[in-house]
């Protein structure tokens, strides 16, 4: 275990009982917890408090209380930026959302299933907005039937709703009802807890209800520097050794390695995962020699490229975003190379490309020998070696493979793959060929030549085709 997740010194099991946090075995979630609010004054001085008060007095012209809850809060708490805006109201939200985005400019989309949906907001010159979207949820309280199915759902009130949440940091509210603005609601004294930087569980059943939010655990202590307190650490190991991951499906738990491969410390994650079995319990997968040192790598070229690019300083290079080089990935090519040693079946709801990049850096001990030993190739040769392979593949194996295959890839990434010629289809008509197999074959020649120097205009390029076509005609 890493030291961000060891158990937290202060994590005192009694504690926690005593502020009705832990419920007992059996209860369902949310609902009955907390059942006495505590609203106060808030805390912090708000940014986009014009926005906020904006979006209460939307909700309260449906006649319904509105809240800013869960990430955003505990990061207002923190003092750090939070990309999000999660919007609760307690009742009409699907009216909520459209009125939002009618009045802000944007397109709103409702799941009714799970009483959820996302503004999206158009682009607007409005850089006040935080994000460029709000996600809009009725406060719900959820109840499991069994241990990591998806809950059964019903309308609670936002304590109700705090209470179905993953953890004490994750479950407070700052109501936006005009009026009322800027009340704390802290049913589960996640302030306290967000103050001594620890993790814990609501109640006893946590993760067992949904165990996916093991991997959760493990990612929000990491990301805060937490630690997770000793009763939560005790369930969550106790809930790997019953296996209760395995029950989980290939494609929650691939969502939750997807949202570990876009934070800035993904590899001390990855590291507190394997450490503690999450996996192994899951799949009964156990890394691979060289893995980690695989997935360092990774991270380290990753941290190359955002910076060659001007990434803003606090920015993470991990996370997706147009200012990394075009084509690069960096947390699409993590869970490329995560999958390419993961026992991936055809349950996996993954893309075509992806499977076919995890594939191809799975079989990258079967790459070309010549690529592998030969630091002197031709460019014809590099080319030919490694034409035909995904793209988010070789941009991994340029960073996991030694020298001096890394170099081949590299200079076939960065120049040979654009290299072109200007002679068509047409162009091998006009000169009295049929069409055929032989095409493909002396447009090949022609860019072989093309790429080795030995012709390197137009007028070269044709001179080739027609000494090509001749020899093909003389046959
Ligand atoms: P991030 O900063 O990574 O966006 P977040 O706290 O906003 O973190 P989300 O995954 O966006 O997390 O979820 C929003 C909120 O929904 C969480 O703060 C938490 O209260 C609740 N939540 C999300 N997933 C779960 C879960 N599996 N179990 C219980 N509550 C959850």
Request: proline share 8%.
């Amino acid at each position: 275990m890493t030291k961000s997740v060891a158990p937290a010194g202060a994590g005192r099991p009694s504690d926690l009982a005593g502020r009705g946090g832990l419920k007992s075995k059996g209860q369902t979630s949310g609902g009955k917890a907390g059942t006495v609010p505590k609203a106060v004054q808030s805390p912090f001085s708000l940014p986009n408090r014009e926005l906020l008060e904006r979006l209460g007095q939307i909700a309260s012209r449906l006649g319904t209380r509105s809240f800013l809850v869960g990430g955003p809060v505990r990061d207002l708490l923190l003092g750090l930026p939070s990309p999000d805006l999660d919007v609760a109201v307690e009742d009409r939200s699907r009216e909520f959302g459209a009125d939002v985005a009618k009045e802000l400019g944007g397109r709103f989309v409702y799941h009714s299933r799970f009483l959820t949906g996302t503004v999206q907001l158009l682009s607007t010159p409005d850089s006040r907005l935080p994000s460029s979207h709000i996600d809009v949820t009725q406060t719900r309280a959820e109840t499991y039937e069994r241990p990591a199915v998806l809950p059964t759902v019903r309308p609670a009130s936002i304590v109700g709703d705090l209470g179905r949440r993953d953890f004490t940091i994750n479950s407070m509210a700052l109501e936006l009802t005009p009026g009322s603005f800027g009340a704390f609601i802290d049913p589960f004294d996640g302030r306290a807890d967000v103050t001594q930087h620890r993790v814990r569980v609501l109640h006893a059943r946590s993760f067992i209800d949904d165990p996916t939010r093991i991997f959760r655990c493990i990612r929000f202590a990491t990301r805060l520097g937490f630690a997770i307190e000793q009763q939560t650490l005790d369930l969550m190991r106790s809930a790997v050794e019953q296996r209760l991951p395995a029950f989980l499906t290939p494609e929650r738990i691939l969502y939750e390695l997807r949202l570990i491969c876009a934070e800035p410390l993904v590899l001390p994650m990855v590291e507190a995962l394997i450490h503690e079995h999450v996996l192994k319990a899951a799949w009964r997968w156990t890394p691979p020699r060289g893995f980690l040192s695989g997935m360092k790598k990774l991270v380290r070229q990753a941290k190359s490229l955002g910076t060659v690019q001007g990434a803003d300083p606090g920015d993470s290079p991990l996370r997706d975003s147009p200012r990394t080089v075009p084509g690069f990935r960096p947390a699409e090519l993590l869970f490329i190379y995560w999958l390419s040693v993961l026992p991936v079946t055809d349950r996996f709801p993954i893309r075509k490309e992806e499977r076919e990049a995890a594939e191809a850096v799975a079989a990258a001990a079967r790459l070309e020998d010549g690529l592998k030993r030969k630091p002197k190739l031709k460019p014809s040769a590099i080319y030919q070696a490694l034409r035909g392979m995904p793209e988010s593949a070789l941009m991994i194996l340029a960073a996991l493979e030694p020298r001096p295959a890394a170099r081949h890839i590299k200079t076939f990434l960065d120049e040979l793959r654009h290299v072109s010629i200007s002679v068509t289809g047409a162009d091998l008509r006009a000169a009295g060929l049929k069409p055929g197999p032989a095409y493909r074959e002396i447009l090949d020649k022609l860019l072989f030549a093309r790429l080795d120097g030995k012709i390197r205009t137009v007028t070269e390029e044709h001179e080739l085709l027609h000494r090509l076509a001749a020899r093909r005609k003389n046959i």
